[in-house]
């Protein structure tokens, strides 16, 4: 299979600073991967690269099996949108459409069909003969998306393009971009430091971390199966719960607590000191956790409500442990909460490497 975008070796430093190490990718034509890490990772650096804004140190990049790694930005087939909306002032909405593509010499006709097609589908075209000073920001981005759209680019690169929005504006226009991709099924590469947006949108995700991708699977696997410490503490709101302990023969041992690891499906033979994780929503309580061999009471501290559910924070093994509860639970500080954990859903970490066992 010909992938759409092909990253080998690629190597980025500012001068004694080493931003991408050795970093290897691949995207499969129609694929919507998302770049995702806290800030620093590297991971708009890497959409700068792929876009050819900033030139590589080592390595070469691949748009449909052709080196682009020299190319200019304009000769590599993609279409950008920014975190800010880059829109020239001046001008309508309709003159930031066609402005790249007037520049290229297309004829009127032409033009005009990228135009009219890019507004229909992005649902602006009542917004064409205004101006972006009286546009909102979720307009802006779109006309911003369809100054993309109209280059019918094979590739498309998205730098964060909601993080400018409120919160509900953010969740409107991220279904809109789903929505986009399906309709058009192009290459979509997307940088987020959101979670939410990484997992709602990603066919697959890249986890970064100091210039490297510390894990790339789709977002179920992500989500449950995390490759190590890093990704498990990264994704997820609120964070999964970390005990530490020992790992002796067939039993996990932190503090008081003595559990059970038979069932656990471990990659080599476990051994020595580890992490347990578990995410707050996957903590058994009540009679659900009085039926799995794991059970114990544990204080609850604070309450947090949270509309539809509500998370409860207590203590496990003498460490900070939330359990994420149904929205409408009476129950209060000082209380005592039956929990258990379902090894099927827990993760364990080697406490040195950090890596899942």
Known sequence: MMHSVEIRDLDLSFGAIEVLKGLNLNIEDGEFLVLLGSS???KSTLLNCIAGLLEVTDGQIFIKDRNVTWEEPSDRGIGMVFQSYALYPQMTVEGNLSFGLKNARMSKDEIAKRVGRAAEILQIK???KRKPAALSGGQRQRVAIGRALVRDADVFLFDEPLSNLDAKLRADLRVEIKRLHQQLKNTIIYVTHDQVEALTLADRIAVMKGGQ?????????????????????????????????????????????????????????????????????????????????????????????????????????????????????????????????????????????????
């Not at 992500?222 to 990704?231: D, T």
């Not at 409408?328 to 929990?339: A, E, N």
Request: charged share 25%; hydrophobic share 40%; aromatic share 8%.
């Open 40 to 42: 620093g990772c590297g």
């Open 213 to 357: 991708i510390q894990q790339l699977a789709s977002p179920t696997e992500i989500y449950n199966r995390p490759g190590n410490r890093y990704v498990a503490d990264f994704v997820g709101s609120p964070a999964m719960n970390f005990v530490e302990g020992l790992l002796i023969e067939d039993r996990f041992e932190a503090r008081d607590q003595v559990l059970s690891i038979r069932d656990y499906p471990f990659a080599k033979q476990p051994g020595g000191l580890a992490t347990m994780g578990i995410r707050p929503e996957h903590v058994a309580t009540g009679a659900a956790a009085e039926a799995l061999s794991f059970n114990t009471d544990v204080p609850v501290e604070v309450i947090e409500p949270m509309g539809s559910d509500t998370l409860a924070w207590t203590r496990l093994a003498d460490e900070p442990f939330r359990v994420r509860l149904d929205g409408q639970t009476s129950i209060r500080p000082g209380d005592r909460l039956k929990i258990g954990i379902d090894l099927s859903k827990a993760s364990f970490f080697d406490a040195e490497t950090e890596v899942r066992l």
């Open 126 to 128: 009542p917004l064409l």
